[in-house]
């Protein structure tokens, strides 16, 4: 690609959280003195980050990844085409590439809008002709696993039908998924939508690795606010022994599932009889007080991790995030643990962003 700077990330986001993005992006930049703003336009559901020195270009393309953001569900550094001649947007897309470039594969894509939903038709009937183009220039690798980890992906994000974003994202700092977007499979008999929601979490925050030690038969995990029982059916679905804590009744099927043990009791005054692996909580209540419970139950040694679930205020989103992950460390710098913690606004939480504590001895 042309050495230019006429580059940027581009994030995307939840349509409304273009402002909860750039906040993040840019003091992302300002930790790590690497001069750049951001562009946005409301309810776009995309950021731009614009780097404005070359040595600040080479920085963000190095170190930028997506776990370190939590209202970006995707981003690649690329360069802007525009003016594109509808009877050909291949030759142009292929001149921005230099001749040795190779990729593991190409995505489509287009924001997340009502807006853009006849756009992204275009994107999927776009994809096949400009696959079959950077074949035959010698731009995509063989579909190997080994390729797929060697080369990085190449994004092409269309605003309209004339002008796009072009770029590249490493597939291991970046998300696997189209548009950023999980497509789950709804866990069989679970009780309400709200499952998707626990076990996108699952796939979004925990590593492989953590998922296959952390998920599994014989566990003990608490579910704080269970009722109806959605995130207890999908803990229950990994195998794990779930305490349902809730002063409303469990859906039929959650209440019979012999994984799932119900306690009728308040999430906030309900302690365990022994400490166990898991905590989980979607208890619809003012942020902070959720994240001084999640603290204290860390600080106390009742849990070894937590999934959490934050809803925000209309206003001052991005900063109120930032203060309940300073009260939870505040709360456990005198405790004999400490934690790591991750935020992620995932595609099925709305207005709200999801936490993921991991307690170290």
């Known amino acids: 690609m042309s050495n230019n700077l006429n580059r940027a990330l581009i994030l995307y986001c939840r349509a409304g959280f ?9 003091h992302w930049a300002d930790q790590r003195e690497l001069a750049g703003y951001v562009r946005t336009v409301p309810n776009s559901a995309y950021v731009l980050f614009i780097p404005v020195t070359l040595a600040a270009l080479a920085r963000l393309t190095a170190e930028w990844q997506l776990a370190d953001l939590c209202f970006a569900r995707q981003g690649f550094v690329g360069q802007r085409l525009a003016d594109l001649n ?37 994107c999927k009937k776009f994809t096949t002709p400009l696959r079959q183009a950077l074949r035959r220039a010698g731009h995509l690798s063989a579909q190997s696993e080994t390729d797929t980890q060697a080369h990085p992906r190449l994004h092409v994000f269309f605003l309209n039908n004339a002008e796009l974003w072009l770029g590249a994202a490493d597939p291991a700092r970046s998300s696997p998924w189209f548009m950023g977007i999980p497509r789950l499979k709804f866990p ?3 009780p309400s939508r709200s499952a998707l929601k626990l076990e996108e979490a699952l796939h979004s925050l925990l590593t492989p690795g953590e998922r296959t030690r952390w998920l599994r038969a014989g566990l003990q995990a608490v579910d704080l606010g269970a009722a109806p029982g959605g995130w207890s059916w999908v803990l229950a679905d990994y195998g794990l022994r779930v305490t349902a804590v809730d002063n409303g009744a469990l859906a039929p099927q959650v209440a019979a599932h012999h994984l799932i043990t119900y306690a009728r009791a308040d999430g906030f005054r309900y302690r365990p009889p022994a400490p166990v692996d898991w905590l989980v909580c979607d208890i619809v209540e003012q942020p902070r007080r959720i994240a001084t419970l999640i603290a ?14 934050l809803k925000l205020p209309m206003k001052k989103r991005y900063e109120e995030l930032a203060h309940c992950e300073q009260l939870i460390h505040a709360r456990l710098v005198h405790s004999d643990y400490s934690v790591s913690v991750r935020f992620k606004q995932l595609y099925h939480d709305r207005e709200e962003v999801t936490g993921y504590l991991r307690r170290q001895v």
Not at 18 to 26: D, G, R, V
Not at 90 to 118: C, F, G, H, N
Not at 296 to 307: L, N, S, V
Request: with cysteine; aromatic share 8%.
């Open 188 to 190: 069989e008999g679970a």
């Open 18 to 26: 273009e402002k909860e993005c750039a906040a993040e992006i840019q």
């Open 86 to 122: 509808p009877n050909d947007r291949i030759s142009p897309l292929l001149a921005a590439l230099t001749p040795t470039s190779r990729y593991s594969e190409v995505v489509v894509e287009t924001a997340d809008t009502d807006a853009a939903k006849q756009l992204l038709g275009f």
């Open 296 to 309: 204290d139950w860390a600080a106390q040694g009742w849990c070894k991790a937590a999934i959490f679930n």
